[in-house]
């Protein structure tokens, strides 16, 4: 695909902000959207001041046991926030599974389509969570 055929994906800094070659680094099309998924991800309902219902209802949750309770609503909370705040990509699957290694992380699989090119991405998100009976 043509580089003008994707330029509707989004072209912007990237993130975190890196510096190249005395410029500001860019991130482009799919990897755009990927940061942005991470930026939904990362920042809490009521975080940006001027955006208070901007974010991911996850951080609520950062004390909650690791059952399977937990794992639906974080799974509810990361579907919701994609779907109200990235409008480029359908989502496909979300599934949270704890991590065998580390009992109070999960692990939330994500599997979305960019709309635009029908390309078909994965990406898992940690989440930190209280140990159980801790």
Request: glycine share 6%; with cysteine; proline share 7%.
């Amino acid at each position: 695909m043509a580089e003008q055929d994707t330029d509707f994906l989004g072209v912007g800094w990237k993130w975190p902000v890196q510096p190249a070659n005395g410029s500001i680094a860019l991130s482009r099309f799919e990897e755009r959207i990927r940061e942005s998924i991470l930026t939904i991800l990362g920042t809490a309902k009521g975080e940006r001041v001027m955006r208070p219902d901007f974010g991911c209802g996850v951080h609520d949750l950062v004390f909650a046991p690791n059952n399977e309770a937990t794992v639906a609503q974080i799974s509810f909370e990361v579907r919701e926030a994609l779907v109200d705040f990235e409008p480029r990509i359908e989502v496909l699957d979300v599934q949270g599974t704890p991590d065998p290694q580390e009992p109070a992380k999960l692990l939330v699989h994500i599997q979305y389509r960019v709309r635009a090119t029908n390309n078909s991405f994965n990406l898992v998100y940690p989440f930190y969570l209280e140990r159980s009976g801790a």
